[in-house]
């Protein structure tokens, strides 16, 4: 064998891998740990190894060296039970091992109470909690809530229906602090036992309410749980479902809907149904509800629906008191339309009826009322007695307290149950001279032209109202003859009363500001003229007419049949015609019209939705605070504030948030609104409110009437006072005007007549004694252009200069119907690039058809009731926004 070929000599002990032991100097041949692993002064750099013979050994890194010594620690139990609890050392000798170098210099870690991330793992499995961890945690939960559920059992009271029925008295003040009146339900609570509560009284409500109120626990657990889940969402707040729950409900004095007081209410609850029998639970609940009219508990709710104490109710009557339980507002047959606008007495009497029956019929099928006990009930609903004024509630004192009353409820999370507990101080705008000159005025035009004894002149009504322009403080009302006569419905305050032509500065002021559609947008001058003939074709943009329901061509009528020709529309305002201001108010569109009238104030919920053409000449219903608002807009020269009645409430010594005065607001042009005041200081100078011009004093305003005389309007103002009154006749226990032809001895009743004698009387006291500051100068506006098909343009004109008055100006009614009436026809508001969104009706508030048929109005074969609007805030609603209802704008 060749020299180079032969193997190279094998080094002793087994070779390389012999070698590599030996250099580890593991007396086992496992790898010992490399240099620096175990911490010992041998493992460093440059010095020898036991069992190397001075060898250096290699270095291999770090992650061998973590490794290594985590094997180390796994090995050591073994190790140590071999060689006597101690490994060998470096060349078999006994010796610190490998594990002990290892952690020389370190202190062993100590143990986590809590071992998360759990040590000694890695992956997933270092962040998966031990069952170990899991049971505790869960241990320790469990535990923490039954101590918490027992420090709230412990600390809750159960609650005292006597401490609950103690009221006091809500004060009101005048605009200048001093004392008005102090209203209270102290003397309408009072607590009897249960053996004084009627079974049939009881059974009613547990029928009605909670049929297994004797058997549960008093608490409803799925239905808590609803309601918190509910509201830590957002939603609804909702109330307990159980009687017991909702007692504990009537006993808080803070209504709020929140967690907290849920989950203290639940507590309460439960140590209530563990506490307290359930006839003691009963008799609290019964003592503590709140049934409407003031009166919190049976015996109250039995004195003032039936007059006669609880304990005499019968089953009939038990089932009507517990349909109030559901909501008095919607459910007392009286209407609360002062509350509500939908809580009229026809709906509130069907439902109180329909759940009085369904009462009923749940106690027949509960066993709690026999056969013959139930014919019985059944046969007629026993309708309770009205409404009754309580002490210092009479007058005008009562009105100015429910509009107070509204606009406190609506700009705050106060309830009405809440309030009526008393304990406010509330501070009004209303100033005691002003409504006492207001009420004086209407007084003195009921003595000389009135006289309830003589059929035509029965049930006559006003309504008024004075707001301060550019403030937006209501000052005086006139709400009705006063709660002690019957007439509980606030003037002043609700609506329901079409408005006629005191709507035209609404179409002239969208007019100049917008033009129509065959201006390109040009806005036109009052000096622009329309026909204003009797019984012209109303046009619409596309060039078709409108048409009565047997598809005739529908034609607008006048107060008469004069031919006017084409005249302007300033002398159109002056002399109340009809015809040019509804083909105005089309060309212009009515979606624009609409729009100015409510940024002047005037409410959504008072006007159509789809309004037809009859809606330019007054279908509308505001209320006569929203009117005197809106012209208010005008004499502040465009800038709106929304009306107020209330400066601030105080309870417990505290201001309470919410009763900011409102700010004004630009809603239409400065030269719009003053050339709006100055066509309307025409219409009393020379126009159909002549009767105004006694107050001796700059002013401007409109009159209105409406189709069949059902009601008349005056609104006018001064740069320091708006004020709007209303004339119509109503029935206070039936719903519907009655037409006033005949009234006051004189064929029809016209706004410049006895509402403008009533305005003009008020405001020369009001005034007395203040400057006249006129208006301001109003500048030319707009093109003097001429509608389509006049017979010749119209230069423009000054419009400084009073047009020449008719030779006999007469006061001309809105009234638009000609027999037969308008279809409902598509009636796109002609905004003359707007959508085409209605069907023709006025939506309730003015004619159903192109007159105006329907439910009322200026231009209506009948017209609609004066309600209350809508109050309900949504909460459900509370008032009209008026100064003093809920459904008001962000501070109206």
């Not at 099928?365 to 002490?391: C, F, S, V």
């Not at 189709?707 to 004339?727: C, E, I, P, R």
């Amino acid at each position: 064998m060749s020299e180079h070929r032969r193997k190279p000599p094998q080094p002793q002990g087994g070779g390389r891998a012999a070698a590599r032991r030996g250099q580890s100097g593991s007396s086992s041949g496992r790898r010992a740990a490399p240099r620096g692993a175990t911490g010992s002064p041998a493992d460093s750099y440059g010095s020898d190894s036991g069992g190397s013979g001075g060898e250096e050994r290699p270095y291999t890194g770090r992650a061998d060296a973590r490794r290594t010594a985590q094997r180390s620690g796994r090995r050591r139990a073994a190790d140590n039970a071999g060689q006597g609890g101690r490994r060998g050392g470096p060349g078999g000798p006994p010796g610190p091992g490998r594990a002990t170098r290892a952690r020389a210099g370190q202190e062993p870690a100590k143990k986590r109470f809590i071992d998360y991330p759990r040590s000694g793992k890695y992956g997933w499995r270092r962040w998966t909690p031990s069952w170990k961890l899991v049971t505790g945690l869960f241990i320790g939960f469990v535990g923490s809530m039954v101590a918490l559920v027992g420090v709230g059992f412990a600390m809750v009271q159960i609650p005292d229906e006597n401490l609950a029925a103690k009221s006091q008295n809500n004060v009101y003040y005048w605009a200048d602090h001093t004392r008005m009146v102090a209203t209270g339900t102290g003397v309408n609570r009072q607590n009897v036992n249960i053996d004084q509560i009627p079974p049939a009284m009881r059974y009613a409500v547990i029928s009605a309410e909670n049929k297994s109120f004797y058997q549960d626990s008093g608490i409803d657990p799925m239905g808590i749980a609803r309601a918190v889940l509910n509201m830590a969402r957002g939603g609804q707040t909702q109330g307990g479902s159980t009687i017991t729950q909702q007692y504990v409900k009537n006993t808080y004095l803070s209504q709020d809907q929140t967690i907290t007081r849920k989950f203290k209410e639940l507590f309460i609850s439960i140590k209530v149904g563990t506490k307290l029998k359930k006839d003691q639970i009963l008799q609290g609940y019964l003592n503590t509800s709140y049934f409407g009219r003031g009166a919190y508990g049976i015996q109250a709710a039995a004195q003032t629906y039936y007059g006669k104490n609880a304990v005499d109710l019968k089953p009939s009557e038990c089932a009507v008191l517990a349909a109030l339980l559901k909501g008095p507002t919607y459910y007392d047959p009286a209407g609360a339309v002062d509350l509500d606008r939908s809580a009229t007495r026809q709906a509130n009497y069907q439902r109180s009826h329909d759940r009085w029956a369904w009462i009923l019929g749940e106690m027949h099928k509960d066993k709690h009322l026999t056969d013959a006990e139930y014919q019985k009930a059944i046969k007629k609903y026993p309708m309770p007695q009205g409404r009754k004024a309580t002490k210092g509630m009479t007058g005008q004192i009562s009105y100015l307290v429910d509009t107070a009353k509204k606009y406190v409820l609506s700009h705050s999370n106060i309830t009405e149950a809440q309030f009526d507990q008393g304990g406010y101080q509330v501070y009004t705008t209303f100033q005691k001279d002003k409504v006492d000159a207001l009420n004086a005025a209407v007084k003195k035009i009921e003595k000389a032209r009135i006289d309830p004894k003589k059929p035509k002149d029965k049930y006559v009504q006003f309504g008024a109202a004075s707001v301060v322009p550019n403030d937006g403080a209501i000052v005086a009302i006139y709400g009705g003859a006063g709660y002690e006569h019957g007439y509980f419905s606030n003037n002043a305050n609700t609506s329901g009363v079409p408005v006629g032509s005191t709507w035209k500065p609404f179409d002239l002021a969208a007019a100049m500001e917008y033009g129509t559609y065959w201006s390109d947008g040009v806005g036109l001058s009052p000096m622009s003229k329309y026909n204003g003939d009797d019984l012209i074709k109303i046009k619409k943009p596309d060039g078709s007419y409108y048409l009565n329901k047997d598809n005739t061509v529908f034609r607008q009528k006048n107060e008469g049949p004069k031919a006017w020709g084409y005249i302007t529309l300033r002398k159109a305002m002056e002399q109340s015609i009809n015809s040019p201001f509804v083909q105005l108010s089309v060309d212009v569109g009515l979606s624009k019209v609409r729009n100015v009238a409510k940024s002047a104030g005037i409410l959504d919920q008072s006007m159509p939705k789809y309004p037809d053409p009859s809606f330019a000449i007054g279908t509308s219903t505001p209320s006569a605070i929203r009117m005197a608002d809106a012209y208010a807009t005008f004499a502040a020269q465009g800038r709106h504030t929304d009306p107020y009645s209330v400066t601030s409430v105080t309870h417990g010594g505290e201001n309470l948030p919410g009763f900011a005065k409102p700010k004004p607001n630009r809603v239409m042009p400065a030269n719009v609104a003053n050339n709006v005041t100055d066509v309307l200081e025409n219409v009393i100078q020379n126009g159909t409110a002549q009767n105004a011009k006694a107050i001796g004093r700059t002013a401007a305003g409109k009159t209105g009437t409406t189709d069949k005389n059902k009601s008349a309007w005056f609104v006018g103002y001064t740069q320091q006072l708006s004020t709007a009154v209303t004339m119509f006749r109503e029935n206070p226990k039936k719903s519907g005007l009655i037409s006033m032809y005949g009234t006051a001895g004189v064929d029809s009743i016209h706004g410049g007549d006895i509402p403008t004698l009533v305005w003009t009387d008020y405001m020369k006291v009001a005034l007395k004694g203040k400057s006249d500051p006129g208006f301001p100068e109003a500048t030319d506006i707009g093109e003097a252009q001429d509608e389509p098909g006049a017979p010749s343009p119209t230069p423009t004109v000054s419009i400084t200069p009073s047009e020449t008055p008719s030779e006999t100006p007469s006061p001309t009614p809105s009234e638009t119907v000609i027999t037969p009436s308008p279809t409902p026809s598509q009636t796109c508001q002609w905004g003359w690039g707007s959508n085409c969104n209605g069907n023709g009706n006025s939506n309730g508030n003015g004619g159903g058809g192109l007159g105006g048929v329907g439910a009322g109005g200026a231009t209506g074969d009948a017209s609609p009731t004066p309600t209350g609007t809508d109050t309900t805030t949504a909460s459900t609603t509370r008032g009209n926004g008026n100064g003093g209802g809920i459904l008001s704008g962000p501070t109206g």
